[in-house]
């Protein structure tokens, strides 16, 4: 489905997404479309005349089981692939209140291999978002680009709710400027263990986190969708820009 059909459906389904009551999300200046369901990892693959009918995907997933404490840390993966273009831009929207500790970008250079860089200096954050720039990373021959960000979750965290968050990216093309934003890939608060309860989190008694860090990750950088196995179709009405 191209991005100017998901914007005509978006605007037939908007009022109802308002009237049930769900999170929604901006699409084009005034269109709201309903998030789809919570799940640890999420995808959306689209092509359109900018891209010359070429596809491209935008994918994010949660890294480790998705469940967290107050004050724990959690890891996202997001992810852009293509068919070839430059992408200048990729963006993790996360839960309001999380509080970034590091953030790390993996891009495919034009001139030598994936490799692992920390950003958590240079990127951008504000407004629930964080946004890794340059002058253009290379989508050709397979080449993805990823951005790992961590946070810490608000000590305020309620145990049972379940936490939405969102990527983005812009891509070197006409109506290449992607926000999915809420995209069903959640975290879920639970109940602090015994440690966590007692003496702080794992990270301040110096073994880490189980929800922290990305050393299993890197072999997946490199599968545009990691270990998602299926586009998931009902994201497709939330993806943002410039659609044409």
């Known amino acids: 489905m191209s991005r100017s059909s998901m914007r005509r459906l978006a605007a037939a389904t908007a009022s109802l997404a308002v009237l049930a009551g769900g999170v929604t999300v901006g699409l084009g200046a005034s269109v709201a479309q309903a998030a789809p369901a919570c799940a640890l990892k999420q995808s959306v693959t689209d092509d359109w005349p900018g891209s010359v009918w070429t596809p491209y995907t935008v994918s994010k997933e ?7 404490a107050p004050g724990g840390t959690v890891t996202y993966l997001t992810k852009v692939s293509g068919s070839g273009a430059l992408v200048n831009q990729i963006r993790d929207f996360h839960p309001a209140g999380f509080q970034l500790v590091k953030a790390r970008l993996n891009v495919k250079w034009l001139i030598g291999d994936q490799q692992w860089t920390d950003v958590t200096s240079t990127a951008v954050v504000g407004n629930n978002a964080v946004i890794a720039t340059g002058g253009g990373w290379t989508t050709a021959g397979g080449g993805v680009i990823a951005l790992e960000t961590t946070y810490k979750v608000p000590e305020t965290a309620v145990v049972g709710t379940q936490l939405d968050s969102g990527a983005g990216t812009n891509i070197v093309l006409v109506g290449g400027d992607w926000n ?22 794992l990270e301040d008694l110096g073994f880490g986190s189980a929800n922290s860090g990305s050393g299993q990750v890197f072999g997946s950088v490199t599968d545009p969708q990691g270990s998602m196995t299926n586009v998931i179709s009902g994201v497709l009405g939330n993806v943002l820009g410039n659609m044409s």
Do not use: F, H, L, Y
């Open 180 to 201: 999915i934003n809420p995209m069903g890939v959640c975290v879920t608060i639970r109940q602090p263990n015994p440690v966590e309860a007692g003496a702080g989190s």
């Open 62 to 68: 949660v890294v480790g089981d998705g469940k967290v």
